[in-house]
């Protein structure tokens, strides 16, 4: 087995009195493509939020280990891009300002990443695109980065089947590709089907399905 | 009911929103009842300085065979008396007197018979200077032309003989022109120059030696100035319906000559002129603090949208939503008005030294600011409402981009109102610039509202080019990457240049607001000093009667005295200019210069260096008044001939000088026609040196007069300007305006507006972009890259608007001094630029733009799972 890349031990997350998420343990590896499945309002994206490190939990420890902040991306359940910038500046957006390429490089891969999910209009602003463009670009956003781990909260909420399943399959294309992990969180048993992990959330408890 | 309850959750949950809201009202609202304070402060002030200036309030003057008696009664029931005394006038042929030098004889000469008690009732009315004043005194000109002092006898040539009097002291009368009026003269006809030559002895004197020769009798008559009406132009009105009611009620038997009320009439322009000063620099700025209110008010645009979306959610109807915004509304206006009663008190105990409460103004103020905040909170609301239930759920935010130009900006309004402002100010420029027309003759004033057409239309033409400016060097072509993604910087910056455009216009109008009062207020208290050191002559004046045993020792000594970086001395003689006898100044052109304030308007269709040049040049030539050139027919070039005292017999000879051109004022000069001349000149044609004034420009006024006064002996009259700026009503109506307390009102004002609308410009914009901040930190952007984000446009803000301010307060400066040129006196030769109040605008403002970015860069680096979880 590979070394895990990140480690959460009894986490609880929630707001205020509410607590969402509770005492969930888990660990991602490389390799790992995992489904979390819950019906609305069970704590997907809370938990998704938590294990990004982007909601402090209430309790438990998350551990990246050795990931950086940078390492760790995600999509978030509404497309969450700046309404001053086009599509493919938001998509270079994350390549810019870490600096780590040069820039023709980071607009290069941009630009392949936008077009892997077909999306032809680059240089239109958020509110000139429909939400199902805005999600891709999104995704985009993240698939054109170095991230190790993806976190990808209903990233196909708005798509319809062929755009779905092409967003899918270059998610997990990135992950064998960086040797990361992906967690997509759904509530759609049949887009879950697709991964080969499932992990359902039932009122804030994770229970790992054994796929048959 | 919702409603109250929805209050209450707001105020719980929006607390410093609704205290901005409230503090910006408080602002607008305490700004404009001070203002008003100053307008009421203003013209009781006037009031009490033109009464100030007068003696003798009425001179009831008896016609032929007028009853006394009667008259007398009539005046003893005047409403308000404070003093009468009887005086008579007799004209006679001559005076006369005997010197070492021979027989001196003046011309026309005029008595004056007064009662024991008048110089104490009607105080002011003379000046003592020699001798005292128990039995005839003499007119200093008089005491010059004869040669005689207390002690000396003159003789007084009546139709009857001649009568010997014995002068007892020696006089000035500041008043001499009202005094010696003709009562009843038609209006417009001006007053007669002053007779040069009048004896002035108690009443017995004058019966004794005037028995039987006809006299001119007057009453004079003081009223109590504190019961009058704090307008001077309704005390005017007043006193105006109190003459006509006596004159109806004597029947025709006496004719009053009205000082007061001429004195009040005069104060009209002064209080229209504050009244400009009001309108002018006081409508911009309200109209910033307006701009601000709105700019508050939009902060809560964004909840308020989310608001009105549950409101509709929860099923409240379009009644009870608007109902929402009214109330909220109404509670900021409440908390506002409450906040600024003691704002107004403050803000006028800063600026005035004393707490006024103007309740009009303050109703108008609290109405008008209370209207803009409920069309601020109402008209979004309702259009959203309306917009929610056309289109429920609707996509938010993304599509409300603003890049164009607003609508007048297309159209292009700027260019318009700044051509037709440019058109008025060039028709109106050609007439000369007079904004308050005081038509001769007439005791009326009016405004001249099409010369305040101008800055009206330049304003917004100017604020609306900033807008354009900005908006244009924003739309530069995409940039190419640059190191740290700093092209995604800039393009967020183009992409919103609406919005910065805006800002940096709300910036740019009210640094602009502040500078333009700054610079004008500083060339006007600048104009002022000027004003009274053209009375005083210097910083510091020596002024030694020509008795002084060494005037050449007390001058120099003057010129060595402590803080002294100049010195020059006048002499003053008197000259006869045909038959008008004028004051005459000889001066030293080599060293005036630096000694006292000259200015070029002093020598029209000259300069100052011109004029001291020529004068250098010509010893014989002299500067002439207007009215002198004109009734002579004379022009540069041609020669004069002037009557001079000559030799220790000081008798008038021809002397003949060569015009070198006009001048209208002159430090130490009377305000009628005068002469200037070479002093080394003057004194070798005469032989004799005229009374010494030493001119001093000090760095330190008052301890230099201090240290004079202790040195130079009691004969000499020393003066310095901050001593007389505060005693004397200099003749114009420059010092009568007090713009201390309006401009430091003024200036406060505008540094807090400028500030606020920068902070609060730069904080709509983040609030508007707290998701953009949220989304940047979850994509990994280190706290210094996201104040980049915000930092730009604050930049971009911040140097637009103080660009545009620097722009808009030049041309509003310049706009503002021209427009209110009648207010100076002298004219300005150029604005005065108070660079240290500008410097500490541009340091406060940017130093509030820093720490925003600092604030918003701290705020966005902390955790909103709020916003996090509405990614
Ligand atoms: N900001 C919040 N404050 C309070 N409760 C919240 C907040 N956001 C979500 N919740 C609650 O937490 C629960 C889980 O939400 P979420 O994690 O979004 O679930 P899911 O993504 O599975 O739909 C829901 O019951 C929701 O009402
Ligand atoms: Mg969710």
Not at chain 2, 244 to 251: I, L, T
Not at chain 2, 562 to 573: I, T
Not at chain 2, 722 to 735: D, E, F, K, Q
Request: charged share 15%; with cysteine; glycine share 10%.
């Amino acid at each position: 087995m590979t070394s895990p890349l990140l480690t959460a031990t009894n986490l609880s997350a929630g707001y205020r009195a509410t607590t969402v998420v509770r005492e969930v343990s888990l660990t991602l590896r490389a390799g790992d493509q995992v489904a979390l499945l819950g019906r609305s309002g069970s704590g997907k994206t809370t938990l998704l939020l938590a294990m990004a490190g982007l909601v402090p939990p209430s309790a438990g420890v998350v551990d990246r280990h050795s990931l950086s902040p940078r390492d760790v991306a995600v999509v978030f359940q509404s497309p969450s891009l700046i309404a001053e910038l086009t599509s493919l500046e938001n998509v270079v957006l994350p390549l810019r300002l870490s600096s780590r390429l040069p820039a023709s490089e980071a607009y290069d891969r941009a630009r392949r990443a936008l077009d892997s999910l077909g999306v032809d209009a680059v240089d239109a602003l958020p509110g000139q695109m429909s939400g199902g463009q805005q999600q891709r670009v999104a995704v985009a956003r993240v698939l054109a980065t170095d991230a190790q781990v993806i976190f990808a909260d209903e990233p196909t909420g708005s798509l319809d089947a062929t755009h779905a399943r092409a967003v899918l399959s270059a998610l997990r294309t990135h992950c064998t590709a960086q040797r990361g992990a992906l967690v997509l969180a759904t509530h759609d048993a049949g887009l879950a089907a697709a991964l080969p992990t499932t992990w359902r959330l039932d009122e804030g408890r994770l229970h790992q399905v054994v796929p048959c | 009911m919702l409603t109250i309850s929805w209050l209450r959750g707001l105020v719980r949950r929006r607390p410093l929103q609704l205290a901005a809201a409230g503090l910006t009202v408080a602002m607008a609202v305490g700004f404009l009842s001070a203002l008003g304070g100053f307008v009421g402060l203003n013209r009781s002030h006037l009031t009490d300085r033109a009464a100030g200036s007068v003696a003798v309030d009425w001179q009831v003057q008896l016609v032929t065979g007028a009853d006394h008696a009667a008259v007398e009664r009539t005046v003893s029931h005047l409403p308000g008396i404070r003093g009468r005394a009887d005086v008579q006038f007799a004209a006679v042929s001559s005076l006369s007197s005997v010197t070492t030098g021979g027989r001196r004889t003046t011309g026309r000469a005029y008595v004056v018979g007064l009662s024991a008690s008048y110089a104490t009732q009607f105080a002011g009315t003379f000046r003592p200077l020699l001798g005292t004043q128990s039995g005839p005194v003499l007119l200093q000109q008089t005491a010059a032309n004869l040669a005689a002092g207390p002690g000396d006898p003159i003789q007084v040539h009546t139709s009857h003989g001649v009568a010997t009097v014995k002068v007892s002291g020696v006089v000035d009368m500041p008043q001499e022109d009202s005094f010696f009026q003709k009562v009843g003269a038609p209006p417009g006809v001006g007053p007669p120059a002053p007779p040069d030559n009048v004896v002035i002895m108690p009443t017995a004197d004058f019966v004794r030696t005037f028995r039987t020769t006809p006299t001119i009798q007057q009453i004079h008559v003081r009223f109590d100035r504190g019961s009058l009406p704090a307008n001077p132009a309704t005390a005017a009105d007043l006193l105006t319906f109190r003459r006509n009611h006596f004159e109806s009620s004597v029947a025709g038997s006496a004719l009053v000559g009205d000082n007061l009320g001429a004195a009040l009439s005069a104060a009209r322009e002064d209080a229209l002129y504050g009244e400009m000063l009001f309108l002018l620099l006081g409508i911009p700025i309200f109209a910033v603090a307006i701009a601000v209110t709105i700019l508050v008010v939009g902060m809560r645009k964004e909840s308020r949208a989310r608001e009105v979306g549950l409101l509709r959610l929860r099923g409240a109807s379009r009644r009870i939503i608007v109902a929402t915004a009214g109330a909220e509304a109404a509670l900021v206006v409440a908390v506002g008005v409450t906040l600024a009663w003691p704002v107004t008190l403050g803000a006028t105990s800063w600026a005035f030294n004393r707490t006024v409460m103007s309740w009009l103004w303050f109703v108008v103020a609290a109405v008008t600011v209370a209207s803009v905040v409920l069309v601020a909170h109402l008209l979004p609301t309702a259009r959203r409402s309306r917009a929610a239930a056309d289109r429920p759920g609707g996509p938010r935010g993304a599509s409300a981009l603003g890049v164009g130009l607003p609508l007048p900006l297309r159209l292009g309004l700027d260019v318009a109102l700044l051509v037709a402002a440019g058109g008025v100010f060039w028709l109106v420029a050609r007439g000369g610039y007079q904004v308050v027309v005081v038509p001769e003759g007439v005791p009326v004033t009016s405004v001249n509202w099409a010369a305040l057409a101008a800055p009206a239309l330049a304003w917004p033409g100017l604020a609306l080019l900033a807008w354009r400016a900005v908006d244009l060097a924003l739309r530069r072509p995409r940039s190419t990457p640059r190191a740290d993604g700093r092209e995604l910087v800039s393009a967020v910056v183009r992409r919103r240049r609406r919005h910065v455009a805006r800002a940096a216009t709300a910036l740019a109008v009210a640094v602009g607001v502040a500078g333009s009062t700054a610079v004008f207020t500083a060339t006007y208290r600048e104009q002022s000093r000027l004003d009274v050191a053209l009375t005083v002559g210097a910083d510091v004046a020596v002024a030694l009667p020509g008795s002084t045993p060494d005037p050449a020792r007390v001058t120099a000594l003057a010129a060595r005295a402590p803080h002294v970086q100049a010195a020059s001395v006048q002499e003053h003689r008197f000259t006869y200019v045909g038959t008008d006898l004028q004051d005459l100044y000889g001066i030293d052109p080599q060293t005036i210069r630096p000694a006292t304030a000259l200015q070029d308007s002093f020598v029209p269709g000259s300069t100052i260096a011109a004029a001291l040049n020529a004068l250098r040049a010509t010893p014989s030539g002299v500067l002439l008044s207007a009215e002198t050139l004109h009734d002579y027919q004379l022009h540069p070039g041609d020669d004069i001939r002037l009557r001079l005292q000559t030799g220790t017999a000081l008798t008038y000879r021809p002397v003949t000088f060569r015009v070198l051109g006009e001048v209208t004022e002159w430090p130490t000069a009377p305000k009628d026609s005068f002469v200037v001349a070479n002093a080394s000149y003057l004194r070798q044609v005469t032989g004799r040196a005229g009374d010494p004034t030493a001119l001093l420009a000090s760095s330190a006024p008052e301890s230099t007069a201090a240290y004079l006064r202790r040195h130079v002996g009691a004969a000499a009259r020393v003066e310095d300007v901050v001593h007389a700026r505060a005693s004397i009503a200099t003749a114009s109506g420059l010092a009568a305006v007090d713009l201390g307390g309006l401009s430091r009102l003024e200036l406060g004002f505008g540094v807090v507006l400028a500030v606020a609308a920068l902070g609060l410009a730069l904080l709509v914009g983040v609030l508007e972009r707290r998701r953009a901040l949220v989304i940047l930190a979850a994509l990994g952007a280190s706290a210094r890259q996201r104040r980049r984000f915000v930092g730009a446009e604050a930049r971009v803000v911040l140097a637009g608007g103080l660009l545009g301010g620097g722009v808009i307060g030049a041309a509003m400066a310049a706009m503002l001094v021209k427009v209110m040129t009648g207010i100076f006196d002298p004219p300005p030769d150029r604005a005065i630029v108070p660079w240290l109040y500008l410097a500490l605008l541009a340091v406060l403002v940017s130093a509030t733009a820093g720490s925003v970015v600092a604030l918003v860069g701290r705020w966005a680096g902390q955790g909103h799972i709020r916003e996090l979880r509405d990614l």
